[in-house]
């Protein structure tokens, strides 16, 4: 884990979490249909030993970082919480076209933006995972993190760098969909956000891969493969051949800074 800023001690009374379906909680389904993910972990995790902690999550799956500074930057800098988590960008690196130049230019201002209207804001060098859509796109997401790193540097933000986690490389850490983490993975990923922030860690291991297990015969990888072409692959691209998004027309799951309760989670 990479932090660029040593964040004050703990605790902090309230947390805003920005970005897209990542942060949303995009794989880690409830009983009820709804995401959860692991900035609600967080929440959790932080209101457990803070009263009267307060959590807003403007995360909406499929937004570009275009989109998270008109739609979520000034809303969640005059909220004026402790803790904003910023995650924005990785879309656009995956997009047909990218202008780059562009991205970062965001990512600048909405770091600009938010650092001075809240105690820590928190940035993460995304998860990768090994396959031929993150791996056609490296070089992009890896100038997106470069920018990161250097903003952080420039603004005392914490980043959490997920990207080099070899736990979060680990396939069985991904959904079907092959862009989303599990339930596993994003409580992976709130423990590594809970420990960037100055918490005792509860799990020191999370970026330790699970123990291996026997590969999926060749059968059943192709079986796999198609399902996964027909289900995800095909319209993901459709999406971004026609400048679509799945998150076209929802708002964000939790929009207000209001009291975190346990039946929130």
């Known amino acids: 884990m990479q932090t660029n800023a040593s964040p004050p001690m703990p605790p902090y009374s309230s947390l805003i979490a920005l970005g897209d379906s990542f942060t949303e909680g995009m794989s880690d389904r409830l009983p009820d249909g709804s995401y959860r993910g692991w900035a609600d972990l967080l929440a959790a995790r932080m209101a457990a030993s803070t009263p009267g902690f307060r959590y807003a999550n403007l995360a909406v799956r499929g937004k570009l970082i275009g989109q998270i500074v008109d739609e979520q930057v000034d809303v969640a800098a005059a909220m004026g919480a402790d803790v904003i988590t910023l995650v924005g960008g990785l879309n656009d690196t995956l997009r047909p076209k990218c202008d780059m130049g562009r991205v970062r230019g965001l990512l600048t201002?909405?770091?600009?933006?938010?650092?001075?209207?809240?105690?820590?804001?928190?940035?993460?060098?995304?998860?990768?995972?090994?396959?031929?859509?993150?791996?056609?796109?490296?070089?992009?997401?890896?100038?997106?993190?470069?920018?990161?790193?250097?903003?952080?540097?420039?603004?005392?933000?914490?980043?959490?760098?997920?990207?080099?986690?070899?736990?979060?490389?680990?396939?069985?850490?991904?959904?079907?969909?092959?862009?989303?983490?599990?339930?596993?993975?994003?409580?992976?990923?709130?423990?590594?956000?809970?420990?960037?922030?100055?918490?005792?860690?509860?799990?020191?291991?999370?970026?330790?891969?699970?123990?291996?297990?026997?590969?999926?015969?060749?059968?059943?990888?192709?079986?796999?493969?198609?399902?996964?072409?027909?289900?995800?692959?095909?319209?993901?691209?459709?999406?971004?051949?026609?400048?679509?998004?799945?998150?076209?027309?929802?708002?964000?799951?939790?929009?207000?800074?209001?009291?975190?309760?346990?039946?929130?989670s």
Do not use: N
């Open 109 to 264: 201002e909405a770091v600009e933006r938010l650092a001075p209207s809240c105690k820590q804001l928190v940035l993460m060098r995304s998860p990768g995972r090994h396959g031929p859509v993150q791996q056609r796109f490296r070089p992009r997401m890896e100038e997106l993190f470069a920018c990161v790193d250097e903003l952080a540097a420039l603004h005392g933000a914490v980043v959490v760098d997920l990207y080099g986690a070899p736990s979060l490389s680990d396939q069985r850490m991904w959904d079907v969909d092959r862009l989303h983490l599990t339930a596993e993975g994003h409580r992976r990923v709130a423990e590594a956000v809970w420990q960037a922030l100055g918490h005792a860690a509860e799990d020191p291991e999370w970026h330790t891969p699970m123990p291996p297990t026997a590969p999926p015969g060749w059968v059943l990888r192709r079986i796999e493969d198609v399902r996964f072409t027909r289900t995800h692959l095909l319209p993901w691209i459709g999406r971004r051949l026609t400048g679509r998004s799945s998150g076209d027309g929802l708002l964000a799951k939790r929009p207000e800074l209001r009291p975190y309760e346990e039946r929130d």
